[in-house]
């Protein structure tokens, strides 16, 4: 059974953990999570699986627009469309708050990020040339969006 729910201070630590587990070397600022758990411009869903934090995803918000900062889920629950099934429903829920716009930045190399995107509704818009650092050199970044 999936369940998803919002961010609260409670989950904060378990959040926190999954984040590092996803990212090890790509910490996220503790301030956007905070932001979220306060509703201060950011929003941020969590994916429970049979009683586990099995992923999240983390959406800055300003007017009408939103921007996907973060999306994750537990390695060892990939590839079994709980990452579509999360950002669906964080979609669902903005576009209820009047969002009508949707963004987000990708690395190049990240082909299995882009076709959940692209399953979602999310189109290619653009390029950041050399956005990533990378151990040597840099990666770009695409750029997607989302209209209502």
């Known amino acids: 059974m999936v369940e998803l729910v919002r961010l609260e201070a409670s989950a904060l630590e378990t959040v926190l953990e999954?984040?590092?587990?996803?990212?090890?070397?790509?910490?996220?600022?503790?301030?956007?999570?905070?932001?979220?758990?306060a509703g201060e411009g950011a929003e941020c869903w969590l994916l429970y699986r049979q009683g586990r934090l099995q992923g999240y995803c983390l959406f800055s918000r300003v007017l009408d627009e939103a921007e996907?900062?973060?999306?994750?889920?537990?390695?060892?629950?990939?590839?079994?469309?709980?990452?579509?099934?999360?950002l669906l429903h964080a979609q669902q829920a903005l576009l209820k708050q009047g969002i009508?716009?949707?963004?987000?930045?990708?690395r190049a190399s990240n082909r299995s990020a882009q076709a959940l995107y692209q399953r979602c509704g999310w189109q290619p818009c653009g390029t950041r040339k050399e956005y990533y650092p990378l151990d040597a050199g840099r990666e770009d970044a695409l750029l997607f969006s989302r209209q209502s």
């Not at 999954?18 to 070397?25: E, M, S």
């Not at 790509?26 to 758990?37: D, L, Y």
């Not at 996907?68 to 999360?86: F, N, W």
């Not at 009508?100 to 990708?106: G, I, S």
């Open 100 to 106: 009508v716009q949707l963004f987000l930045e990708v």
């Open 68 to 86: 996907l900062l973060r999306i994750a889920v537990a390695p060892d629950q990939r590839g079994k469309g709980l990452a579509t099934a999360l």
């Open 18 to 37: 999954l984040d590092a587990l996803c990212f090890a070397q790509e910490p996220f600022a503790a301030g956007w999570w905070h932001k979220a758990i």
